[in-house]
Antibody, heavy 118, light 108 residues
Framework: EVQLVESGGGLVQPGGSLKLSCAAS????????MHWVRQASGKGLEWVGR??????????AYAASVKGRFTISRDDSKNTAYLQMNSLKTEDTAVYYC?????????WGQGTLVTVSS | AIRMTQSPSSFSASTGDRVTITCRAS??????LAWYQQKPGKAPKLLIY???TLQSGVPSRFSGSGSGTDFTLTISCLQSEDFATYYC??????????FGPGTKVDIK
């Protein structure tokens, strides 16, 4: 059974940083791309970015809204993906989900809430 | 970037109704489209991929069609558990994915 557990969310001031983690199990993590998707309260889903596998050179891609501020990484030895978020803005407030593989998303974690507020 | 629109944004329906939701892409995306269902406080659930392929375990009352820029999700006989918000998602453009704004289906 695929399990995804996001953690690291919390309250952060505008301009601050936060690093989210996604612990994965139940599938071949090292061979899978990992994506992050977010959802502001009462709003729709927004794809944030993804990191591909080692075989695909750990290539990353990001939504225009976060490019240059967010960085996705992974540690295949720990079956964990990360989302480093810098220069946070109030509009980054959302539940952040990780989801494997793509390009469409079968498995989702429970999400972790990030609140950017002074 | 490819933009996705959905219509309507919300509507009310009754159990047993046949409902159709439309998704439109700002440029052609072939059949690289998925549909999701989301209930409050829950993660999205994949319903359909490749525009018309039903995900395993999803009831056959759900169906998808379309290609290019125009797509539809149809629920043939709405059940109580189908009241939710539905999103389309394109995965055509070079590793950058976008979701539609969502269509909320609530009880009439």
């Amino acid at each position: 059974e695929v399990q995804l557990v996001e953690s690291g969310g919390g309250l952060v001031q505008p301009g601050g940083s936060l690093k989210l983690s996604c612990a994965a199990s139940g599938f071949t993590f090292s061979g899978s791309a990992m994506h992050w998707v977010r959802q502001a309260s009462g709003k729709g889903l927004e794809w944030v970015g993804r990191i591909r596998s080692k075989a695909n050179s750990y290539a990353t891609a990001y939504a225009a809204s976060v490019k240059g501020r967010f960085t996705i990484s992974r540690d295949d030895s720990k079956n964990t993906a990360y989302l480093q978020m810098n220069s946070l803005k109030t509009e980054d407030t959302a539940v952040y989900y990780c989801t494997p593989a793509g390009p469409y998303f079968q498995h989702w974690g429970q999400g972790t809430l990030v609140t950017v507020s002074s | 970037a490819i933009r996705m629109t959905q219509s309507p944004s919300s509507f009310s329906a009754s159990t047993g109704d046949r409902v159709t939701i439309t998704c439109r892409a700002s440029q052609g995306i072939s059949s690289y489209l998925a549909w999701y269902q989301q209930k409050p406080g829950k993660a999205p659930k994949l319903l359909i991929y490749a525009a018309s392929t039903l995900q395993s375990g999803v009831p056959s009352r759900f169906s998808g069609s379309g290609s290019g820029t125009d797509f539809t999700l149809t629920i043939s006989c709405l059940q109580s558990e189908d009241f939710a918000t539905y999103y389309c998602q394109q995965y055509y453009s070079g590793g950058v994915f976008t979701f539609g704004p969502g269509t909320k289906v609530d009880i009439k």
